[in-house]
Nanobody, 118 residues
């Protein structure tokens, strides 16, 4: 069983920066995708950014050029550097680890509140 532990949420003023971290306990395969999703009040959970075990990244259009996802495979960890933050970035951010190849899995972190004040 894999557990994801997140840290780094908080409150920041518009234009500021925050860094989220997520570490996975247990054994994970190199054929995985780690990423960050966010859910604002009354809205669905949306993709923010993902990174494959090989380092390929994908970003939502709304965060391109402002957020950077990175990973440390040796530590089974993924990070999200958030710069030039906007009030609309306010949400609960969730770490995710998934694998589509057999055996498939899909794990979620507990969620971290990020609030950007204007």
């Amino acid at each position: 069983q894999v557990q994801l532990m997140e840290s780094g949420g908080g409150v920041v003023q518009a234009g500021g920066s925050l860094r989220l971290s997520c570490g996975a306990s247990g054994s994970i395969s190199s054929s995985h995708i780690m990423g960050w999703y966010r859910q604002a009040p009354g809205k669905q959970r949306d993709l923010v950014a993902t990174i494959t075990g090989g380092g390929r990244t994908n970003y939502a259009d709304s965060v391109k050029g402002r957020f950077t996802i990175s990973s440390d495979n040796a530590k089974n960890s993924v990070y999200l550097q958030m710069d030039s933050m906007k009030p609309e970035d306010t949400a609960v951010y969730y770490c995710n680890l998934k694998r589509f190849l057999a055996p498939p899995y899909d794990y979620w972190g507990q969620g971290n509140q990020v609030t950007v004040s204007s």
